[in-house]
């Protein structure tokens, strides 16, 4: 027979046990924490090239109405409400984009129509620096 006092004094974790179960969560988080740490830029670049991807083609769309890209000094505003400013949109269809578009980083894209890099226009995202550099995300490259 089975003594209930006995057994009632074997359940539950011992401290051993526990400590083992921490050093191996612990270890494990030691391993896949490094991994993780430097994916948040690379998805806010991810992010970037997307939106990069998105306004032109709200830029596309707008060209096809209106038989120009929207100029410098219009921006990408032009995109979102009909612009007075010349050349009149002939054709506005818009809005092309529900709002003014923002890089990940909180920075406004930059634009440029025509554009230096390319006939049509350049866009562009300067990144975490907010600064022309070589990280930047473009629709040239």
Do not use: C
Not at 17 to 28: N, P
Not at 37 to 46: C, D, L, V
Not at 54 to 60: G, H, P, Q, R
């Amino acid at each position: 027979m089975i003594d209930s006092t006995n057994m009632s004094r074997h359940r539950g974790f011992t401290l051993i046990e526990i400590m083992l179960v921490v050093i191996i969560i612990g270890a494990l988080a030691a391993m896949i924490v490094p991994r993780l740490a430097g994916r948040s830029e690379q998805a806010k670049a991810s992010v970037a090239k997307a939106d990069l991807m998105n306004i032109s083609t709200a830029l596309k769309l707008y060209e096809l109405d209106n038989g120009s890209f929207p100029s410098t000094s219009q921006g990408l505003s032009a995109l979102r409400e009909k612009s007075s400013a010349a050349p009149a949109p002939r054709n506005w269809n818009g809005p092309y984009l529900e709002k003014d578009p923002l890089d990940p980083w909180g920075n406004a894209y930059v634009y440029a129509s025509p554009g230096t890099h390319r006939p049509d226009y350049d866009l562009s995202s300067k990144g975490k620096d907010a600064a022309a550099a070589d990280d930047d995300i473009v629709n040239w490259q």
